[in-house]
């Protein structure tokens, strides 16, 4: 099969023929028809993740169960799935709780194991993990939940608790972050997108945002406030620095929520918090890891009854020889959305040898 082939960190990619994987005994191997360029992907370029190389990134996808292991029950060939991107081994008492996004022996393609940059992946405990794609939903818009969207959907429904009418500050309006505004104007929420990118503020307010705030320097707490009179009730950083969570959490109101979703990777491995304001106005502070596929039957409910559009946030498809030029240059992109990718679309002719 082809895939993209990272053999160094922080270092150009590649595609190349690689072997075709072989089923875990309790998983599938699926031909992934779309998956999606995430920021995530781009950490574990930049050396933030340890990985084993060579490697195959890429752990949002879509596609057709193409071959099964002995121990699968519940899933056939030919079916079309996703998968979250942590996926639980299906045995711990996590998994049988439903929380297998926090399984401590979970694996994650793209990062614990070869990724869906690629034509096919091998994914573990099948009869855990996978989530069934109704006909009426296109691989593109099944992959686009896998990480960002579910994300979003578990960090505002089942952490910070989003409920109707509620100010929601989303910082990052980037594919999560766009994520975050759907869910939470689904929900009833009123919500403000903060990001440097006029782009990207435009794309929010398309998917529904009711007030934007540029962030080119001007303080963004006092924005927030200008707006709610009090700060939000509920806190997003969807981008992952110490900026940004710094700004989501002073934006909030006492005893409001913040929900971190953006990685924040540093050298030490911690990071600055502003915990004074958190103690003084008894503020929640709440992690948010994915989401387990038992908890998809109320994201497909939303996007069933047409509340939740994830094919909206798709900017643009490409092939795997245009995402290896793309993935090195995601934190510096001005791209608002999601890219997807697909491993069988040829390549433009000015990449072609």
Same mark, same amino acid.
């Given at each position: 099969m082809r895939a993209m082939i990272m053999t160094r960190t922080n270092a150009p990619l590649e595609v190349r023929d690689v072997p075709d994987p &072989?089923? +875990? @005994?309790?998983? %599938?191997?699926?031909?992934?028809?779309?998956?999606?360029?995430?920021?995530?992907?781009?950490?574990?370029?930049?050396?933030?993740?340890?990985?084993?190389?060579p490697h195959v990134p890429g752990h949002e996808l879509a596609g057709v169960i193409s071959a099964?292991?002995?121990?699968?029950?519940?899933?056939?060939?030919?079916?079309?799935?996703?998968?979250p991107f942590v996926c639980g081994?299906?045995?711990?008492?996590?998994?049988?709780?439903?929380?297998?996004?926090?399984?401590?022996n979970q694996q994650q393609p793209g990062f614990t194991h070869w990724g869906s940059f690629a034509e096919h992946v091998a994914l573990h405990a099948a009869d855990t993990n996978l989530v069934a794609i109704p006909d009426d939903v296109s691989f593109e818009a099944a992959a686009a939940?896998?990480?960002?969207f579910a994300t979003a959907y578990r960090a505002l429904t089942a952490?910070?608790? &989003?409920? +109707? @009418?509620?100010? %929601?500050t989303v910082v990052g309006a980037g594919g999560v972050g766009l994520s975050a505004v759907m869910i939470a104007k689904a929900l009833g929420a009123q919500v403000i997108a903060v990001d440097r990118n006029t782009r990207a503020l435009e794309s929010a307010q398309r998917l529904g945002a009711d007030?934007?705030?540029?962030?080119?320097?001007?303080?963004?707490?006092?924005?927030?406030?200008?707006?709610?009179?009090?700060?939000?009730?509920?806190?997003?950083?969807?981008?992952g620095s110490e900026q940004t969570c710094a700004a989501a959490i002073m934006s909030l109101r006492p005893r409001g929520r913040h929900a971190q979703i953006g990685l924040l990777p540093t050298e030490s491995g911690l990071s600055q918090v502003p915990m004074a304001r958190a103690i003084a106005w008894e503020l929640d502070i709440l992690g948010s890891h994915g989401m387990a596929a038992v908890d998809y039957p109320g994201m497909l409910g939303l996007i069933a009854s047409g509340a939740l559009r994830p094919q909206d946030l798709i900017e643009r498809v490409v092939g795997l020889e245009e995402a290896v030029l793309l993935l090195p240059e995601m934190q510096r992109s001005a791209t608002s959305g999601m890219t997807m990718i697909d491993p069988k679309r040829a390549a433009p002719e000015r990449l072609r040898s």
């Open positions: &072989v089923p +875990p @005994a309790a998983g %599938v191997v699926v031909e992934v028809r779309a998956t999606g360029l995430c920021g995530s992907d781009w950490h574990a370029w930049a050396g933030h993740e340890e990985l084993t190389l099964i292991g002995p121990d699968v029950q519940n899933w056939s060939v030919g079916d079309r799935v996703t998968v081994c299906g045995a711990c008492d996590w998994c049988r709780s439903g929380n297998a996004q926090v399984c401590p939940l896998g990480c960002r952490r910070a608790k &989003v409920q +109707p @009418a509620e100010w %929601v007030h934007v705030v540029l962030a080119d320097g001007r303080d963004v707490p006092d924005e927030v406030r200008a707006i709610t009179g009090e700060g939000s009730q509920v806190s997003i950083d969807a981008v």
